[in-house]
């Protein structure tokens, strides 16, 4: 096993400086100048000072050749540097840190909210397989993956002042400043993540469940006399939940990176509203940062989902 | 000091002339509150603000989010009152030399920084400097550089006094950029990255905490040099989008809130039936459709744009793509005190005729005059930027009515200004003008004159040229008018730009607010977000 890790993080190397160049390369290759953008800030007509132009790219070392700004900045990463925004001129780890923790709660509350509810959801309608309650589970989750996250969430919006005065609180209180009021804002957006999440894991456990419960083995636990809980707990639900995990696991990938449309609606101050702003700015380093956290993020969840296969199953070996 | 005062009688009569015209809200007037009561202490004032703010380098902002958070941690030589009328704020007192060639301001002493150190006149000097591009490590501001064209230097006289030198004698725009929120002083030797992080002012609030993205929090500034003031006991900056802003204030969870864009009809109904109060108001920004004179295109003949400055139906799009929430105007929007149009006077003149007929006539016959009876094919451009790109579309579908066949190409929105202003690669395109102060200064050599440095068309005409610097030396406000009206011809018949619309700005909040408001028309919305005078009533 200890072998298998290692292996896996030593390849994880290329696919992440793979991703390094590339990030760093879409992000020259696009239009903008972020100096001329920060002189300009929202008035694109203001007039620029050359001297101040000249000085300020000077500043941010955007004179410096391409590869020179790459070396730099992958030097930077192996002191544990990424460098500072070129737009706040914070660094770029303490802003990534300051946001990480909202974009993971509100990451595992959706997890768990699809897990919780997806997972027993799906087990059910397997079981009932062709009944009105399977048919009427497939129906909502059909509805659920139909409904974009960003209309539901409009909806929560609209519906709540439109009809009852209410709107989710606004600026973000985090856990450790009161529970409730954390709770109260970050429970709709990760509601809103989660009802998708609890679609694609009821539906993946569902089909999952139905081919293993044709399996020789589950057909021979119940002729031995097991529970029918116990068939499903012990030999059917553990062997169907590999294919749930990986997507689970994807999922949850997605959600650290931050949920841009979910933070945006909800103004939450996570990640994904932080990689809108640097986007919108053209603020490099922090595009960088968010994406070198993404691919360590997805990287390391892949290899967490692996190594929970083997847990699950145990004729798997590395 | 040869200022124009304004009384209140005469300003409550000019907000009355401004709801009447009709794109007021009927609650607008209700904006210019009770006079009789009294101011309380206390509580803390919840704004919803778009985005945390860039930086807190007061002058070298531009955006209107940006200084409507900074203005609360700065304050500047002069400031504006609640009439609009240009007092005192960090200057005890000022005056013009005999000559008009100097302006003298004393300091009120015993003002302190937030960090507790002395403000100086040096600081004064040093900020001003920093406004005008002359200090190493800071660049020239987008919006108090204009004060480089009338400032020739700048001298202190002692811990208290401080010189300006002027160019010219008098120029009113001086004293109006002096009192604009941009031109808060900054603790002398403060660095951009020192800026970058926090405020360096010693204005009515001290900064307490910013959580990027969620909130920033400012406290009453304890040793604030005006008695008495700041009513507040805090302001707390809530960072919240347009469609949850609006929401948010609807329930209850702010006390105001405000954007750029405009206001839905059915929003502005729901604000209005939870009782609060809805503000709409234009003055500092006006979009044009631009001309590229510089380019060998059919819009070098001005038959061409004055067809074009026919065409297109305001009032259609005002209800279609804004909400009916436009202005019209020519250089300032209808109704603006002293330089502005009525609306009666604006519907005389081409291109705001109602029906359109006539304009549309005369549209057509000019076009073939020009040699263009068929039309012709061309390019509009637009940065990709929603509003913008419907804007543009809409124009584009209303020239076909005179055969002007526009392909509208999106150019991306970091590249916008690259393309329009320094390689004016356009052909015709909507470009923002917009205003700090109201004076004509403002806009006429910032936009107009063939130096300007914001003339994207490259429009060049000496006698305009001439006129623009006449009315800049002019002191005499009814002569500057009539200068004015003689330059607006000129535009009229060369019509190197045509005004789509006047933004009007969404401003709504709860009805226990007081004195929160920059005191439209008078000024634009650069101007008093101070909020050392607003008070809770609850």
Known sequence: MSHYIARRMLLMLPTILGATILIFGIMRILPGDVALMILQAEDPSAEVDQQAYAQLRQELGLNKPLTVQYVAWIGGILRGDLGNSLRTRSPVAEEIVQRLPISLQIALMASCIGLLLGVPLGVLAAFRQDSWYDYGLRGIAAM?????????????????????????????????????????????????????????????????????????????????????????????????????????????????????????????????????????????????????WMVLVFTFINLLVDLAYSWLDPRIRY | MSRQRMTRRDFLQLATVAAAAGSLSPTAAGAAQPAALTPKKGGVYVIGRARTPSFFDIDFLTSVFDIQINAVFYSGLLRLDQQGEVQNDLAAKWDWSSDGLKLNFQLVPGVRFHDGSPLTSEDVAWSLNKMMGKVQGHGKSGRMGLLANYITGVTTEGPLGITLQLGQARPPVVVKLLATDFAGITKKGTTRDMLAKAPAGCGPFVMKELVKGSHLLAERNPNYHRPGLPYLDGIKFMIVG?????????????????????????????????????????????????????????????????????????????????????????????????????????????????????????????????????????????????????????????????????????????????????????????????????????????????????????????????????????????????????????????????????????????????????????????????????????
Not at chain 2, 315 to 337: C, E, H, N, S
Not at chain 2, 340 to 358: T, Y
């Open chain 1, 144 to 292: 659920g993956l139909a409904m974009p996250a960003f209309w539901i969430g409009i909806m929560i919006l609209v519906v709540g002042a439109r009809f009852f005065q209410w709107s989710p609180p606004i600026g973000y209180n985090p856990i450790w400043m009161g529970l409730g009021s954390n709770m109260a804002q970050l429970i709709w957006p990760a509601m809103v993540i989660g009802i998708a999440q609890i679609s694609i894991l009821s539906r993946m456990t569902r089909s999952s469940m139905l081919e293993v419960l044709r399996e020789d083995y589950v057909r021979t636990a119940r002729a031995k006399g097991i529970s029918e809980r116990l068939v499903v707990l012990r030999h059917a639900l553990r062997n169907a939940f590999i294919p749930v995990l990986t997507l689970a696991g994807i999922s949850l990938g997605f959600s650290l990176g931050g949920s841009v449309v979910m933070e945006t609606l909800f103004t939450i101050p996570g990640m994904g509203l932080l990689f809108i702003e640097a986007a919108r700015w053209r603020d490099y380093t922090v595009v960088q940062g968010l994406v070198l």
């Open chain 2, 242 to 538: 347009d469609e949850a802003g609006w929401i948010a204030l609807s329930t209850g969870k702010l006390d105001m809130f405000t954007t750029a864009s405009s206001l839905r009809p059915d929003m502005r109904t729901t604000l209005e039936k939870a009782g609060m109060i809805v503000h709409l108001y234009a003055s500092d920004n006006a979009n044009y459709l631009i001309f590229n004179l510089t380019r060998d295109t059919p819009f070098k003949d001005k038959r061409v744009r004055q067809a074009v400055n026919l065409s297109f139906d305001r009032d259609a799009y005002r209800q279609a793509v804004q909400y009916g929430q436009t202005k019209l105007g020519t250089l300032w929007p209808q109704d603006t005190p002293v330089w502005g149009h009525s609306e009666a006077e604006l519907r005389k003149m081409p291109g705001f005729r109602v029906p359109k007929d006539a304009d549309l006539a005369e549209a057509k016959k000019l076009m073939a005059e020009a040699g263009h009876a068929n039309g012709f094919d061309t390019t509009m451009e637009v940065p990709n930027e929603a509003d913008m790109v419907r804007s543009t579309e809409w124009i584009a579908l209303e020239l076909r009515k005179i055969g002007i066949r526009a392909a509208v190409r999106v150019v991306p929105s970091q590249e916008w200004d690259i393309f329009l202003a320094r390689e004016k690669k356009f052909t015709f395109c909507m470009d923002s003008y917009t205003m700090v102060t109201d004076d004509p200064d403002e806009k006429i050599l910032g936009y107009l004159t063939s130096t300007a440095p914001r003339n994207n068309m490259g429009y060049s005409n000496p006698q305009f040229d001439a006129l623009a610097q006449r009315m800049s030396r002019e002191t005499d406000q009814a002569k500057r008018v009539q200068l004015i009206r003689q330059m607006e011809k000129i535009l009229d018949d060369e019509m190197p730009r045509a005004l789509v619309y006047e933004r009007v700005r969404p401003f709504a909040f709860q009805p226990y607010v007081q004195n929160t408001l920059p005191p439209f028309p008078k000024t634009t919305v650069y101007a008093r977000n101070r909020m050392d005078e607003t008070w809770l009533n609850k």
